[in-house]
């Protein structure tokens, strides 16, 4: 129903030849029209704007903003696979081409502010108060069919604290326990008198690893927690800090993971009473080791 005007401005239009080229009705409701690559329609149509043909930026913002961009605070989401911003599917993704780091949605911020604030590059909040789940992030890393050796970073999350100057410094924490610097910070927390059900669990990060298939652990390493270093050596490699609980345990073996590996419920002799002690093991550079669990 989109028209294209062809006439030039200077020309002068009449009502009728307007409501013709924005295809209005007979009930002056806005038909749609298209000026180049730019195509308007009504509302009730698919797509309401649409950007056809190839171009060197689709939107461009430029000025001083003195409130949002873009705003989509007035908008109802129906139920259903609705998003506000979506690039493909899961089932006809976009391509990502190229060798270069392009990524789909880049972003170079900086400040030079003072204060004890702190700047987001991106904030996402998530509320519920019903007993669906939330995840106000999430990503998704899938190596698909290959026919050659396949890719060596298959990484869901990227995150890193640097400092990129010889001359850029970290402050003293100065009293504030959430200072710091750290490529995550990962925390759980309640309000008082907030309630949390018996067998439930809680952990500021859950470390899940659910690797299969036949190919699995052949001649690979595999852990729970992969830790390298590099620079100056750290003092420890967990550091326990608190102001309060403290932990009840190091460790936590429920009985599903006794007398597993780990965890060997006999061998050690350190009491004098045989070989019938259970025990840790740890392997130093191909040596097998225990430390011994006496119970108390």
Not at 46 to 71: K, Q, V
Request: proline share 3%.
């Amino acid at each position: 129903m989109s028209q294209t005007i062809s006439k030039h401005i200077g020309e002068g239009f009449g009502k009728g030849e307007l409501y013709a080229a924005l295809a209005y009705d007979a009930t002056d409701a806005f038909g749609g029209m298209q000026i180049k690559q730019l195509i308007f329609s009504p509302a009730s149509t698919a797509n309401a704007i649409e950007i056809a043909g190839t171009c060197t930026r689709g939107i461009y913002f430029s000025g001083t903003i003195t409130s949002h961009a873009l705003d989509f605070s007035g908008i109802t989401q129906a139920a259903g696979d609705i998003s506000l911003i979506r690039a493909g599917s899961y089932a006809s993704p976009m391509d990502v081409a190229g060798e270069a780091q392009y990524g789909m949605m880049r972003m170079y911020l900086s400040t030079d502010d003072d204060g004890t604030s702190y700047n987001r590059g991106v904030f996402v909040c998530l509320k519920t108060s019903g007993t669906k789940g939330v995840f106000p992030i999430a990503g998704l890393a899938e190596v698909l069919a290959q026919s050659g050796d396949g890719p060596k970073k298959v990484q869901a999350g990227q995150f890193i604290a640097h400092l990129n100057d010889a001359s850029a410094k970290l402050a003293a924490l100065g009293g504030d326990t959430t200072a710091g610097m750290y490529g995550i910070w990962a925390k759980i927390c309640a309000n008082s008198g907030a309630t949390t059900a018996s067998g439930s669990r809680a952990a500021p990060i859950w470390l899940d690893n659910q690797l299969y298939g036949n190919n699995i652990n052949s001649g690979m390493e595999e852990y729970g927690i992969f830790a390298t270093t590099g620079g100056s050596k750290p003092d420890a490699f967990v550091g326990f800090e608190t102001t309060s609980s403290g932990y009840a345990q190091l460790f936590y073996f429920d009985e599903t993971a006794y007398d597993q590996d780990p965890v060997v419920a006999s061998g050690c002799n350190v009491s004098g009473a045989g070989a019938s002690e259970p025990y840790l093991k740890v392997l130093l550079n191909d040596t097998q080791y225990g430390i011994p669990l006496i119970a108390i």
